[in-house]
């Protein structure tokens, strides 16, 4: 069975601040997809990864996949109250007929 | 907006009833595929349908069953509802198998 552990469960900081979360599993994926979920919503893609050691950017958001495909981190810079919201990481094997895995995500609050 | 459509928003079910969830693909996307979150957990992969034929099924009992449509529309069904069955059920529909997955605002399901 596969599984995704991330980190930190919660976090909650100030306004202008820099955070990263993570997303490890001792199994290894073909891709690894970052959403953000709303209370009540579905999530939504933020970005897929699917080279080992492949760093995307998106604005303020930085996300890298590990060498070895088995982790992920998303690092926000200078964070604003907008990005706050729940982070999940889902990781993908080839043909996807085991649909995706994903983690139990990481609370972000980001207070003014 | 991800062209995803679920219907309905929300529904409350009596145990021991079936309900039908219902879902509107993104125009173009092969593959269909559903998830259960309950609350402070992941979405769980119930099962992914792929040009109208099941193609994974993650570990859900055979009550819960689908049917995929070629009019890029599909459905959830449960029987027997169970009080766990409460949950926030996500479809996402993929342009192919083992792609990108693009999320529906789900059906919020209680079952008293």
């Known amino acids: 069975t596969q599984l995704l552990e991330q980190s930190p469960q919660f976090l909650s900081i100030q306004e202008g601040e820099n955070l990263t979360v993570y997303c490890n599993s001792s199994s290894v994926f073909s891709s690894l997809q970052w959403y953000r979920q709303e209370p009540g919503e579905g999530p939504v893609l933020l970005v897929t990864?699917?080279?080992?050691?492949e760093v995307k950017k998106l604005k303020r958001l930085t996300f890298q996949f590990g060498d070895a495909r088995k982790d992920s981190s998303l690092h926000i810079t200078a964070a604003q109250p907008g990005d706050t919201g729940l982070y999940l990481c889902a990781g993908g094997s080839g043909g996807g007929a085991d649909g995706l895995t994903f983690g139990k995500g990481t609370h972000l609050i980001i207070q003014p | 907006e991800t062209g995803v459509t679920q219907s309905p928003t929300h529904l409350i079910k009596t145990r021991g009833q079936q309900v039908t969830l219902r879902c509107s693909s993104q125009?173009?996307?092969?593959?269909v595929s559903w998830y259960q979150q309950a609350l402070g957990q992941g979405p769980q992969f119930i099962f992914q349908?792929?040009?109208?034929?099941?193609?994974g099924r993650g570990n859900f009992p055979p009550r819960f069953s689908g049917l995929q449509f070629p009019n890029y529309s599909s459905e959830l069904n449960v029987n027997a509802l169970e009080l766990d069955d409460s949950a926030l059920y996500l479809c996402a529909s993929s342009p192919d198998r083992g792609t990108e997955a693009f999320f529906g605002q789900g059906t919020r399901l209680t079952v008293v």
């Open positions: 349908y792929y040009r109208e034929e099941e193609n």
């Open positions: 125009s173009g996307h092969n593959t």
């Open positions: 990864v699917v080279t080992g050691g």
